[in-house]
């Protein structure tokens, strides 16, 4: 089975740095995904990771540790528009998706 | 590239009917699609693995005589909810899988209403 753990909850400032962990344990790993998702909305792709170390694209950054279980996804020079849930999934061996319960990340001015 | 479009984007049914729901994949031939549902605040629960010209394997707790899956090409599945209940009443998403990578791009949403 999967079991997958993030926070529920994030508040931070604009132009901050938030930073949203996750846990898992899983049978079969494959890969960890982070996805953005707007209430009402589809979610849209972040980042990928499937070997140890920190993934940079723009103003986020994902970290992965399978050693330890453990992801984080790194949003710097927070804007209002980063107010989402982030989603952690992991990927397993039939392909198969499984998603932590979501990070709903509030932006104040 | 890699754009999966699902129709309709809500719906709104008496209860006992029957909804089905297309997802397709616009420029890439989806091997396997997912069907996936989602409550209000709650994160994105997996349905079933849908394989082109085979039968869905559903997840534990999903009933397959309710929820009917046929992914008869390599760009369309349908999901269609028999004998709908308010209960029923959630955000459906679909995503599909090429062959090349893990990556599975998603849909824009099914919002369902069974009243």
């Known amino acids: 089975g999967q079991n997958i753990d993030q926070p529920t909850e994030m508040t931070a400032t604009e132009g901050a740095i938030v930073q949203i962990n996750c846990t898992y344990q899983?049978?079969?790993?494959?890969?960890l995904f982070w996805y953005q998702q707007h209430a009402g909305e589809a979610p849209t792709f972040l980042s990928y990771?499937?070997?140890?170390g920190l993934e940079e694209k723009g103003r986020f950054s994902s970290f992965l540790s399978r050693s330890k279980g453990y992801s984080y996804l790194l949003l710097k020079e927070l804007q209002m528009k980063d107010s989402a849930s982030y989603l952690c999934?992991?990927?397993?061996?039939?392909?198969?998706?499984?998603f932590g319960a979501g990070t709903t990340v509030t932006v104040r001015a | 590239g890699a754009v999966v479009s699902q129709h309709p984007s809500r719906v709104i049914c008496k209860s006992g009917t029957s909804v089905k729901i297309e997802c397709r994949s616009l420029?890439?031939?989806?091997?396997?699609m997912f069907w996936y549902r989602q409550f209000p605040k709650q994160s994105l629960m997996l349905m079933a693995t849908?394989?082109?010209?085979?039968?869905?394997?559903?997840e534990q707790g999903v009933e397959k005589d309710k929820f009917l899956i046929n992914h008869a090409s390599l760009t369309l599945s349908t999901l269609t909810v028999t004998s709908a209940h308010p209960e029923d009443s959630s955000f459906y998403i679909c995503?599909?899988?090429?062959?090349?990578?893990?990556?599975?791009?998603f849909g824009p949403g099914t919002r369902l209403t069974v009243t």
């Open positions: 995503s599909a899988r090429d062959t090349t990578d893990y990556e599975q791009y």
């Open positions: 899983t049978s079969g790993f494959n890969g």
């Open positions: 990771n499937v070997l140890d």
């Open positions: 999934a992991v990927i397993s061996n039939d392909y198969k998706l499984s």
């Open positions: 420029d890439f031939q989806a091997t396997t």
């Open positions: 849908s394989n082109e010209g085979s039968k869905a394997t559903y």
